[in-house]
């Protein structure tokens, strides 16, 4: 079973900081999700990426196969950026195939 | 297309009763899946179904139960509740494309065993 870790557990910062949040995973896989979770809100994809570097307006999502690492930046981040950030990854393996880490809870003060 | 629904929102069960979690989805997916999701740990996967008539069990399945007679509908039912299955509860489609996919999760159930 792969194993994902998701580092740091708590992030809080002001508002226009430039956040990083980072995703190691042990099993070679083939894709990797970043997911958001807004307080008492549903689940929310964000990225879904197999190599290289995705942007999608102020998150960018980078993804290094052969350290088994993902790292997904906000920049610019703000208030409405606050919530739980998820890394999920396939690896086919499983019932399901995807292990989820325990997520990382960001809060952006203003 | 209104994506994956659940129902209801929010739900208190006494110990031993049981109930059932609706999940439905509009986007003809062949793969639908239930997880929970309890404080400080990752989604855990209940039970899945890779296509109508064929359900398997997850990492968690003890205590829920499943079927899926359509496309569309996956439900899962919680045959006695106890305390241990407060949890919040989440359905989630999606439709395999080679080994990279979009998964859509529902708005979530809680639920509450007192």
């Known amino acids: 079973k792969n194993e994902v870790e998701q580092s740091p557990q708590n992030l809080t910062a002001q508002e226009g900081e430039f956040i990083t949040i980072n995703c190691s995973y042990s099993v070679g896989i083939s894709a990797l999700h970043w997911l958001q979770q807004h307080p008492g809100g549903g689940i929310v994809s964000l990225f879904m990426l197999s190599s290289g570097k995705k942007k999608h307006g102020r998150l960018i999502a980078t993804i290094n196969i052969q350290e088994k690492h993902s790292s997904l930046h906000i920049t610019a981040s703000h208030p409405r950026d606050s919530a739980v950030y998820i890394c999920?990854?396939?690896?086919?393996?499983?019932?399901?195939?995807?292990?989820f880490g325990k997520g990382t809870h960001l809060i952006i003060q203003p | 297309n209104a994506g994956v629904t659940q129902t209801p929102k929010f739900q208190v069960l006494k110990t031993g009763q049981s109930m059932t979690l609706q999940c439905a989805q509009d986007?003809?997916?062949?793969?639908m899946s239930w997880y929970r999701q309890d404080p400080g740990m990752g989604l855990r996967l209940i039970h899945y179904?890779?296509?109508?008539?064929?359900?398997d069990q997850g990492e968690v399945p003890n205590g829920y139960n499943v079927s899926r007679s359509t496309t569309e509908d996956f439900p899962l039912r919680l045959l006695s509740a106890a305390p241990s299955q407060t949890s919040v509860y989440f359905c989630?489609?999606?439709?395999?494309?080679?080994?990279?996919?979009?998964?859509?999760f529902g708005p979530g159930t809680r639920l509450t065993v007192t």
């Open positions: 999920a990854v396939y690896s086919g393996g499983g019932a399901d195939g995807l292990t």
């Open positions: 179904s890779v296509g109508a008539g064929i359900t």
């Open positions: 989630a489609s999606r439709q395999m494309m080679g080994t990279l996919y979009e998964q859509y």
């Open positions: 986007m003809n997916h062949e793969y």
